[in-house]
């Protein structure tokens, strides 16, 4: 079976030390909840991460 994307992503930029980015997370636990089977999905992105990431090639 062929898994086909989203209708709607939305990509998330956060910070571990960031106390608003880590509130958000629980206000849009729901919300994911409530739109995950109409093909909506979120992307959490840590930046710091991503830059020590081996396949990273900005």
Request: overall charge positive; some cysteine; hydrophobic content about 35%.
């Amino acid at each position: 079976m062929e898994k086909t994307a989203p209708a709607y992503t939305r990509i998330d930029f956060w910070y571990s030390s960031c106390c608003p980015c880590l509130e958000q997370f629980e206000l849009l636990k729901p919300v994911y909840l409530q739109y995950h089977s109409k093909q909506f999905e979120m992307v959490p992105l840590q930046p710091m991460l991503i830059k020590r990431c081996p396949i990273h090639k900005l």
